[in-house]
T-cell receptor
């Protein structure tokens, strides 16, 4: 049984570009949450998807958008990348609202 | 905005000493979850507390939820090198998921 898988593992983008990160949840999980984690900081909640809809959202600008597909997988899109968007992006899945399982993350570097 | 304050930021202990991290909120928390993140790793779920005054134990780890549901603590007895990492509390506010800043457990050489 695969856990949460994220792709790609590493990514380098230029300022102003757009990026799409992907997440496949653990089998049986229906809820996907996305986080941004800067080096040495705690995870910052971006948003959560359930039943293909954004259920909760943190304090991130509209440049950050997402999608959940019928198979519960999810994408995180970031437009007009800024240097400050460089971070580890974590995806977590759960069945319901507790015990989130995290993927290994995508390390995004914006240059 | 809503936030959860977590202290201390770091705690240096000798192996075998105890470790405690605290999370405090000005708002009543409906629940609190605790996670551990090893260096270079991703957060791993430890436990959820829901009831006022709740105390749960996992081997050497003791989790408490305050009577007023505004604070929570994680206590590790007799730390071991495998305990190294950063411990986070997290509150699901139904509007967003709010994480503490984490407490990094460092074992002195």
């Amino acid at each position: 049984d695969a856990g949460v898988t994220q792709s790609p593992t590493h990514l380098i983008k230029t300022r102003g570009q757009q990026v799409t990160l992907r997440c496949s949840p653990k089998s049986g999980h229906d809820t996907v949450s996305w986080y941004q984690q800067a080096l040495g900081q705690g995870p910052q909640f971006i948003f959560q998807y359930y039943e293909e809809e954004e259920r909760q959202r943190g304090n991130f600008p509209d440049r950050f958008s997402g999608h959940q597909f019928p198979n519960y997988s999810s994408e995180l899109n970031v437009n007009a990348l800024l240097l400050g968007d460089s971070a580890l992006y974590l995806c977590a899945s759960s069945f319901g609202r507790i015990e989130a399982f995290f993927g290994q993350g995508t390390r995004l570097t914006v240059v | 905005g809503q936030q959860v304050m977590q202290i201390p930021q770091y705690q240096h202990v000798q192996e075998g000493e105890d470790f405690t991290t605290y999370c405090n909120s000005s708002t009543t928390l409906s629940n609190i979850q605790w996670y551990k993140q090893r260096p270079g790793g991703h957060p791993v779920f430890l436990i959820q507390l829901v009831k006022s005054g709740e105390v749960k134990k996992q081997k050497r780890l003791t989790f408490q939820f305050g009577e007023a549901k505004k604070n929570s603590s994680l206590h590790i007895t007799a730390t071991q090198t495998t305990d190294v990492g950063t411990y986070f509390c997290m509150w699901d506010s139904n509007y967003q998921l709010i994480w503490g800043a984490g407490t990094k457990l460092i074992i002195k050489p």
